[in-house]
């Protein structure tokens, strides 16, 4: 008991201690000062009648959602003397993993550099910054040779890497029983079984009403899609973000989702915001990243062959480059297995008052990583908010895709509670899979990496993404996963 | 009788029996080669066709779709090349209208679309012709040269569209904004008059440029929408649940008036684009794009905007209903082309009559095979169809003498504001579960009746 209450202690003084950097304090504070100007404050109940007026203006509610948001990434609560390490991911090896797999991306990258002889980063010369600032809503146009240009890597490589994984404490014996794992994943990790995962998506039950199943066209709207909608609109109109995100495990109608995503991330475009944003814009502007034509190159070779995104394209550039450029990003590193990659200016190798993190933002794209941005093009149409939105899903849910880790939301929780699933409730798909000597694992790994973007139908992958953000975890994809291998893989089968 | 025919495709049907109660064979001789047609040919009594027979000349999706209807036997000698000035029996179907022109060549569609205006103006008054107004400022050139220049130098600084009247693809536009331009267009067609007199001059069509079209990831689209006309006197016709929007492939500017590119969207024009690739495409299912308005602007904005451009199809049929020869034998697939501009407002660009059937991708291919199967569906050559149904495949009914109504029953016409038509543009199309459906019900009811 006493634990927990000094648990909470301390979780409490941390998220007031990050909110007190943040804008919303600020605010709160003016609001308080301007509200002793009036009325009803009286001197004898300063503090209750202030909090009066907090409450019926609406700034609890914002304080609320921001205190919400803060649970939502706050790590597990852990000893008071682990050390920081333990924070970003508790079990060694997957450490070492995460350490040798970012070493090998390291190499890559700058035998990529040395051989095409590219500065890692260098100063744009001021007549080409003023012709990207003309060319800026327009980048697609530009076809500049990428020929030269590989993905650092793709979600095969990584895949490898996982299945190597091994746990050096865990000996299960030298005989195969039937209890051995047989998919690709070899690590024992505690994965949510089905009846576990059904008291946790308990709103994706069949007896409760799904949008997406209970919209379609032969269920009439009565039942269940304009109750659905109304109480969308009351929510959205109580701006109350724990409320709307129960309401989204149900999924969101069409017309209301980017109003609900952008309170469930806690994302009002303030001036400061878009303010932030010009300031990348001129950080892109004024010099030139290799990692910027990866992006290039990533953009063209996926969202723009894709028949639905590539209208998008201008917007990716506009996205993913100041994305790399923004160091409030480097924040995430710290309940993120991966470490971002550090360079040392020019002659001082070793040094530590000469290293950068490179790119700024720590974050290194891989084939594929553009499709994370393009399914919320569809949403978002301003720039600065479309740049907030997936910010705060990069960093909430989509660097778990693609880092080492051991949280049960990470890539390799998910890749085996998808084998697992598809094991134990799929036997004779699975078995005919190994047999033809395609493991499931092998197939369907591109299409966790990149949460289904590409893969799925704009529509359905929206839907998909709105569970996403109600449950605040990942492993609804695996379910998705499980039926989506299934589906596709039948028609084999039959 | 406008030559434009060339490009169209007909292609024939005959039914093969050797039942003794069969119909005679066509008797052909032909003409001219003008009419080609599509004829269907239909027995009189209703009973199983042994086989129908087809010829086409389109290598594409149409032939695809021709060889594996069931019962239905390709043709390699043709037996009649044109249905012009003969007789055609009860049981020939035949692809298009004679005077399809009337609404398929910009000028007489504006000429028809005009004088349709004003009689309901004076019938019905100012609110219901207003309706009418989803067609820009047109002007026949050269006839309309005065009215046009009136026109222009009332509003100044606006962009024009030149468009030949005839001619298809995209060819032959241009843009302008100095009446100078076009002045120049004008001597060179006068002189040529004068010495070639053998070549008729090629009319065109002025039209006011829209100039804020909507955008979508800053690119210029315009959608492609498919009407089936069973006849004209009664006014039947249905609407195609699928199309798409088609893209360009360059950012929209009003700067390059003379970059085709970045205004025209015809998937032809776009194709020898030089940033064009093939695997890209640059089309949109309108599913899609019905969805992509909905999340942007909510579901009543994009019901408002689909009841309008089914405004369009309406009016613009209504206007040349008296005008087009009626014949029971024609039916015609139009492809209309519509493009919304930034208040939503859709604007009608042009009919087509021979859509292009040739598939540029896979969905591409999927959609045109479904849209032509459930066009013969609704023509019904094998007579499976009792003439009452709403909808067959993807095909709505959306016009039947009257506006046809979701609801069943009879329509409540007074105006309560209840009645929804029976149109789905961008909607779900599950056709194959429809017509499964629809196909056994009819089995059973034949049965039942027998």
Redesign the interface.
């Known amino acids: 008991m006493l634990q927990e209450e000094s648990d909470l202690s301390l979780i409490i003084a941390q998220i007031v201690q990050k909110l007190k950097g943040s804008n919303l304090y600020s605010q709160l504070e003016r609001q308080a000062w301007a509200s002793l100007q009036r009325p009803e404050i009286k001197l004898e109940s300063l503090k209750e009648d202030i909090k009066e007026f907090f409450k019926i203006s609406g700034w609890e509610k914002k304080l609320q959602n921001a205190v919400y948001s803060e649970l939502n990434v706050f790590p597990l609560p852990s000893h008071p003397a682990a050390p920081p390490e333990h924070l970003k991911e508790p079990l060694v090896y997957m450490r070492k993993a995460q350490g040798s797999w970012e070493k090998r991306i390291l190499k890559s990258l700058n035998s990529m550099c040395t051989e095409l002889s590219i500065p890692l980063a260098r100063k744009r010369p001021v007549g080409e910054q003023k012709e990207l600032l003309n060319k800026w ?2 980048m ?2 530009d ?1 500049p040779d990428l020929s030269l240009f590989r993905p650092v890597y793709a979600p095969k490589d990584f895949l490898e890497v996982l299945i190597n994984l091994r746990n050096p404490n865990y000996e299960n014996g030298d005989s195969l029983s039937f209890r051995t794992h047989l998919g690709l994943i070899q690590v024992p990790l505690k994965v949510k079984d089905i009846p576990e995962l059904k008291e946790c998506f308990v709103e994706l039950g069949l007896n409760i009403g799904q949008l997406g199943i209970d919209d ?2 032969q269920v009439p709207p009565e039942l269940f899609e304009n109750e659905h909608v109304r109480i969308g609109q009351k929510v959205l109109a109580e701006q109350d973000s724990a409320a709307a995100q129960q309401y989204i495990r149900q999924g969101s109608p ?2 209301l ?2 109003e609900l995503w952008a309170l469930i991330l806690n994302i009002s475009s303030q001036p400061e915001d878009v303010l932030y944003y010009e300031q990348l814009k001129t950080n892109v502007i004024q010099h030139d990243l290799l990692v910027d034509s990866l992006i290039y190159k990533d953009v063209k070779l996926t969202a ?2 894709d ?2 995104y ?6 990716l550039y506009q996205v993913l480059l100041c994305f790399s450029r923004d160091t409030s990003v480097l924040s995430h590193f710290a309940f993120n297995s991966a470490s971002p990659p550090k360079s040392y200016i020019r002659g001082k190798l070793g040094l530590e008052e000469y290293a950068v993190f490179y790119p700024p933002n720590g974050v290194i794209p891989f084939h594929g990583f553009s499709m994370y941005v393009a399914p919320l ?3 978002y ?1 301003e720039p600065s908010k479309l740049y907030q939105i997936f910010r705060e899903m990069y960093v909430r849910f989509f660097f778990r895709l693609h880092s080492i880790s051991s949280h049960p939301s990470g890539i390799v929780s998910l890749c085996l509670l998808f084998e697992t699933l598809l094991q134990t409730y799929l036997p004779q798909l699975f078995y005919h899979l190994r047999e033809i000597g395609a493991q499931p694992l092998r197939i369907s790994f591109k299409w966790m990496v990149r949460a289904f973007s590409g893969y799925l139908a ?2 359905q992958l929206l839907l998909l993404w709105d569970r996403i953000l109600g449950y605040n975890s990942l492993e609804i994809l695996a379910d998705m996963w499980c039926t989506y291998t299934y589906s596709t893989n039948i028609e084999y089968l039959l | 009788m406008p030559r434009e025919c060339q490009r169209s495709e007909y292609h024939v049907f005959q039914p093969l029996t050797s039942s003794p109660q069969g119909y005679g064979r066509q008797d052909l001789s032909s003409e001219n080669q003008n009419y080609k047609g599509h004829g269907l040919s239909k027995g009189k009594e209703r009973e199983q066709r042994a086989s129908i027979r087809f010829k086409t000349t389109l290598m594409n999706t149409l032939m695809d779709v021709l060889r594996h209807r069931p019962g239905w036997v390709e043709v390699k000698d043709w037996l009649r090349e044109n249905f012009d000035h003969t007789y055609m029996d009860e049981h020939v179907r035949i692809s298009h209208f004679r005077n399809h022109y009337e609404l398929t060549r910009k000028n007489y569609m504006v000429k028809n679309l005009k004088r349709f205006r004003k009689q309901l103006e004076r019938e019905a008054g100012k609110l219901e012709a207003a309706k009418c107004d989803f067609f820009p400022k047109t002007f026949e050139m050269p006839c309309e040269y005065h009215l046009f220049v009136e026109e222009f130098r009332k509003n100044p600084g606006i962009t024009w569209i030149m468009k030949p009247v005839a001619r298809s693809q995209g060819k032959g536009i241009f843009l302008f904004r100095r009446l100078k331009d076009i002045m120049d267009w004008r001597k060179d067609t006068r002189s040529s008059d004068n010495q070639k007199d053998d070549i008729p001059v090629e009319n065109y069509v002025a039209q006011r440029y829209i100039e804020n079209p909507y955008l ?4 210029k689209f315009d959608l492609r929408v498919y009407v089936l006309v069973m006849s004209y006197i009664p006014l039947r016709a249905w609407l195609y649940r699928d199309g798409f929007a088609r ?1 360009s492939n ?2 929209f500017t009003l700067n390059s008036i003379d970059d085709q590119y970045v205004h025209l969207t015809n998937v032809a024009v776009q194709k020898t684009s030089p ?1 064009y ?1 093939p ?6 299912m309108l599913q ?1 794009f019905r ?2 308005l ?6 009543e904005a994009v019901e408002t905007l689909f009841r309008d451009i089914d405004n369009i199809f309406v009016k613009s049929l209504q206007s040349v209903q008296k005008v087009i020869i009626s014949d029971k034998h024609c039916f015609e697939l139009y492809g209309y082309d519509i493009l919304i501009d930034q208040d939503l407002k859709p604007w009608l660009l042009e009919v087509n009559a021979s859509p292009s059937l040739t598939a540029s ?1 896979q ?1 591409d291919y999927e959609l045109k095979t479904c849209l032509l199967e459930d066009t013969l569906h609704v023509v019904d050559m094998e007579a499976r169809l009792t003439g009452r149904e709403k909808r067959v495949g993807g095909f709505d009914l959306m016009w039947n003498d009257g506006p046809v109504s979701r609801e069943e029953g009879a329509p409540d016409l007074s105006g309560m504001g209840n009645f929804v038509t029976n149109t789905h543009l961008g ?2 199309n ?1 056709r194959k579960k429809q017509l499964r459906q629809l196909f056994c019900s009819l089995q059973l009811q034949k049965k039942a009746s027998s």
């Open positions: 809503n327009e697609g146009t076809e379609s066209t069409t017309a989702r980017a723009s062959n028949d639905y590539f209208v998008f394209e201008d917007y093009c569809f949403l149409h704009t529509d | 979508i990831g800053g690119r893209f360059t950012r940033d690739h695997k890209k495409g640059c089309k949109w899609h969805q992509y909905a999340s942007k602007h909510g579901p991708s969905e909607c779900v599950d």
